[in-house]
């Protein structure tokens, strides 16, 4: 999306490894890849990357066990928005946090800690560092990546781990209502793995519990080292 270089994988693996090799810190590490084209400005300035080793906040392990409560805010898009503007970069994963950073403390403001973006139509899109699970009559759904949301690797791993698990995986735009009257409402992202939302708007949704723990098996099971 940004006309970057396709990266070198070789690369990125031995920036990887160096990292994990040199950790000292605790057992569990988050691993952070950035790319960037260079210095803006610099006509000699060539596209490199980084790899980072972060740390897992105390209030993300927490999360992953008690769940958290979360608000819908509108984007301020419409869901067909990125296909007719690709250069507004909707879906990129990009350094510009500035508008999740405020959702988020948004959120703190109203006493939950996380957010899911919606649209004008009720439309849902994504967290803002995560993509949205629902689970409904053991099938699973996420919105599609054409609305203008970035498409989330944990999301794909559980995909794969669930249908073997023996749930159907769907792939279809969801609405604020679908979110309360299912059976299991999750955020996912690389950190924070699969999370529990036991609270949408201050109205507390369906226990999740025992759906959470066997969706979070069938994620873990993706990485499962025989």
Known sequence: MLDLPEPDLADWERAAQTVIDNWSGPAEIALKLVYTRGIDGDPEAKPFGFALGVEIDEKVQRA???????????????????????????????????????????????????????????????????????????????????????????????????????????????????????????????????TRVHTLDGVALTDSSAIHAELAAAYESEYAIS
Not at 92 to 105: H, Q
Not at 157 to 162: D, H, I, N, Y
């Open 64 to 194: 992953r066990v008690e769940g958290v409560a979360a608000i819908t805010l509108e984007r301020g898009i419409e869901p067909d928005l990125a296909e007719r503007a690709p250069w507004l970069l909707l879906g990129a994963k990009s350094i510009s946090y500035g508008v999740n950073m405020a959702a988020l403390r948004e959120a703190g403001r109203r006493g939950a800690s996380d957010v899911i973006f919606t649209a004008a139509d009720g439309s849902v899109f994504e967290g803002p560092t995560s993509t949205v699970v629902l689970a409904k009559e053991r099938t699973i759904y996420t919105p599609p990546a054409t609305i203008g949301i970035l498409p989330g690797t944990t999301q794909a791993a559980l995909f794969r781990g669930a249908e073997r698990a023996g749930w159907s995986v769907k792939v279809e735009p969801l609405k604020v209502s679908d979110l309360i009257e299912g059976e299991g409402l999750f955020l996912a992202s690389s950190v924070r793995k699969l």
